[in-house]
């Protein structure tokens, strides 16, 4: 099935966008710090279309190492991924 994914700054509003999009409040956990997110989280609306929340980066403190597995984390989805159709990349 088709999948979308959300990719940005930390704190721009992804999962929130998400959850506006399939209007319901909280399908999407939203995080008053940046960089909450740290892994990929998919959901799979009405078994017709996936949508991806990327974890954010930017203002998330993390290693050099940490930055480094998200970047190959990130790369490896975005390469892998044979359903996605659309990625995403907000802007504030």
């Not at 929340?53 to 989805?77: K, Q, T, V």
């Amino acid at each position: 099935m088709p999948e979308f994914a959300f990719f940005g700054r930390s704190n721009v509003g992804k999962s929130s966008l998400i959850n506006m999009i399939v209007n319901r409040k909280s399908l999407v956990k939203t995080g008053s710090r940046p960089g909450m997110t740290r892994m990929i989280n998919f959901f799979l609306i009405n078994k017709i279309f996936c949508l991806a929340d990327l974890p954010g980066y930017g203002y998330a403190r993390r290693s050099a190492a940490e930055n480094e597995a998200f970047n190959r984390m990130l790369a490896e989805y975005a390469n892998t991924r044979k359903d996605l159709k659309a990625l995403f990349f907000l802007l504030i």
